[in-house]
């Protein structure tokens, strides 16, 4: 089918089976996911937008498991998606982390 | 003869810097491009299918949207940082801008083009400027139960310096009357659970708001408010498991054709199409993701759709005639937002991850042309001056 298929199920296959934290070149990738297709919702600069900012002031006393897991598995709900298909666990992780931080540009 | 065309604006703008006289130049062909992670604004020009300037300044511009005052000479740039920002298209440069709230998410222009209305997340709720001089004339708090305010979502305009919205976390469709500016008159109707965006028909008759928490359309007939409003295409998906959304779909008055509304599906691949007379659903169309936008030409013959996340590289063309998909392609990665030159020969499509804005004729679907852009979103051409629901 169509190559964005071919990418995504490539993408898929490289990252489900990782348990690993992400090499630099998947970081970026998810840098860029974060900041574009979750910032639809949460805003590019995480401030928030329909879904809640996502600072590190917002986020200081919360859960890093429970964080995850809205991530990976979504909040059934509300318009917040599972993001399984496209990452690994290990990557949620990763991006709850930055997040907690102070999320990379 | 295009590039002499491209020329000669290029050159009148710079001379227009330098001595800030004007050359004669309507506004009805012209446009603009927002390029979202840098804060600027590409103008453009839909005769020359060129860019002519570009402006920065404008800060946090993803989500962001713009109207037009009447004569299509300025432009309000809603930002996602509540940021409301005049633009004079003619003389290429900003107006005025203003911070207005902590978090907005677009606005609409009056009907005789006195009033600028933003639509906010934090603080929820609305507020009306002075299209002149962005001075902040009223405020209306989305308080839907005491203490509590909602995002509001799908503000558009309705004949009689009305603004109609939908309250995201209330559940409620809104009716503001800014017939007297700084004090303002509010009615409220129960729509349903989460409405995520609305439109006003472009007769200006119908308010919709599209649910996500429930499957259904909440439509008030604003000609006869006492009415209420009441759900159309309700259960849709008949109880199926649906689908991530992995971006809200968009609605605005575009989306009616040849007496039907394109709508949308939400948690379907699917565009639901609604006779406008009855408000019964007539069909639904299968189409390749969750649709983002569903836009018609301005002759209604075609509706194109656009998708969100993963299948955000793909735009599917409906033949309403045929009432099915005629053409699919791949013009581009992330392709977020289009618009149709302003009787629809061109349409332009924001390749947000191409750095690139798309030119296509729209009825042999060869591309014409491109814009270099940084991570364009939304394309924004003076054609929406003259239009109800904007």
Redesign the interface.
């Known amino acids: 089918m169509s190559g964005t298929r071919l990418v995504f199920a490539l993408f898929w296959l490289s990252t489900a089976a990782a348990a690993t934290p992400p090499d630099a070149v998947r970081q970026q990738e998810l840098v860029r996911l974060v900041r574009q297709d979750c910032g639809s919702c949460h805003g590019m600069t995480l401030q928030g937008g329909l879904g809640p900012a996502l600072l590190p002031a917002d986020l200081r006393d919360k859960s890093r498991d429970g964080l995850k897991a809205a991530i990976y598995e979504g909040r059934p709900g509300t318009p917040m998606p599972p993001w399984k298909q496209f990452m690994s666990e290990a990557e949620a992780a990763w991006i709850v982390d930055q997040l907690k931080s102070e999320f990379p540009r | 003869m295009k590039t002499l065309r491209a020329l000669t604006l290029i050159l009148a703008a710079a001379l227009l810097a330098a001595c800030g006289s004007t050359p004669l130049r309507g506004t009805g062909d012209l446009g603009l491009v927002i390029e ?2 840098s804060g600027h604004v590409t103008l453009v020009d839909t005769t020359a299918r060129q860019a002519y300037a570009r402006i920065g300044g404008l800060g ?1 511009l ?2 962001a949207s713009a109207v037009y005052s009447r004569d299509g000479r300025y432009a309000f740039v809603f930002g ?2 509540g940021g409301l920002t005049k633009i004079d298209l003619l003389e290429a440069r900003i107006v005025k801008r203003v911070m207005q709230s ?2 907005a ?1 677009g606005g609409s222009i009056s009907q005789d083009g006195r009033i600028v209305v933003a639509q906010n ?2 603080p929820g709720g609305i507020k009306a400027f002075d299209a002149e001089t962005l001075e902040l004339l009223a405020e209306v708090p989305a308080e839907y139960a005491p203490g509590k305010f909602s ?1 509001v979502v799908g503000l558009a305009d309705a004949p009689g310096n009305k603004f109609a919205y939908a309250l ?1 976390d209330g559940g409620e469709i809104r009716v503001t009357d800014f017939s007297n500016p700084r004090q303002p008159t509010t009615q409220r109707f129960p729509a349903g659970n ?1 409405p ?1 965006d609305g439109l006003v028909t472009p007769d200006g008759r119908y308010f919709l708001a599209g649910l ?2 429930e499957d259904g359309v909440a439509l008030l007939d604003l000609w006869q408010p006492e009415k209420g409003a009441r759900k159309i295409l309700e259960n849709y998906g008949r109880g199926q498991e649906k689908l ?5 779909p968009h609605l605005r008055g575009w989306s009616v054709a040849q007496g039907k509304a394109y709508l949308p599906a939400i948690g379907r691949h699917e565009v639901l199409v609604v006779d406008v007379a009855t408000w019964k659903e007539v069909g639904r169309i299968p189409v390749r993701g969750q649709p983002v936008f569903v836009m018609a030409r301005p002759d209604g013959h075609q509706v194109w759709v656009n998708f969100a ?3 955000n ?2 735009m599917d063309v409906i033949d309403t005639l045929a009432g099915k998909v005629v053409h699919a392609f ?1 013009p581009g990665k ?1 392709i977020l937002h289009m618009e149709f030159a302003p009787r629809g020969e061109t349409v332009w499509l924001s390749a ?2 191409d750095n690139k804005v798309l030119i296509y004729d729209t009825q042999r679907f060869t591309k014409l042309g491109e814009i270099a852009a940084d ?1 364009p979103s939304g394309i924004f051409f003076t054609a929406r001056a003259a239009r109800i629901g904007f």
């Open positions: 979202r992670a946090d993803s989500h996602r940082d902590g978090n998410i997340y934090t995002k995201f989460q995520y996500f928490g991530p959304v992995f971006k809200m996340f993963p299948d590289g793909k791949e992330g947000r991850d991570n």
